[in-house]
C-alpha cells in the first residue's frame, strides 16, 4: 500500500470512494468539481493502481487544519491504513506552518486511538463558521469534534504503531 498525494487524474475514484461510503461512513457530499478544485489537499492509498482510501487536509485557519473525507474502502479496512493517510496529513499540516490538527467525526474512538482528544466543539471557532452555521444539522449532528496538537510527540508515536 503505498500512501501518496492526490493528483487530478485521481479525482474521479476519489469521488467514487466517498460517494460510496458516505451513508455508511457519515461523509459529508462532494462534487467531482469540488474535489478536482482541492485535489492538492488529498492524500490516497493506492493498491496495485487502484485508489483504496483518502483523505483531506483543509485549511481553516492559519493555526488550524481540518482532517476530511477520510474513508478506506471496505477490503482494506482495519489494516492501518486510515492511520497511515492520517499520519500524511498530520506531517503535511506541520509542514504548511499549522499548530492544530482537529477531525469531526461520529465515531471518535479511531482518532483517539491517533493521540486525538475530543474537544468542546467552541475550541474550533474556524470550523464553525466556514461550516457547521450554515449546515441544517447546526447543533444537532452527533459528531465529535477532535484535535490533535501537531507539536505533539505522542501522536507521533502512536501513529508510527498504527
Known sequence: M???PARISDATAIHALIDTNRERGHLLPRTLDDIAARIRGFF???????IAGCGELARLSVDVAEVRSLVVDEPWRGNGVAGKLVSALHRRARIDGHRRLCAFAHDPVPFMRLGFSIVPHAWLPEKISADCAQCALFRQCGQYALMVSLGSLQWQR????A
Open 2 to 4: 503505498t500512501i501518496r
Open 44 to 50: 490516497v492509498a493506492e493498491r496495485e493502481g487502484r
Open 158 to 161: 502512536r501513529s508510527h504503531a
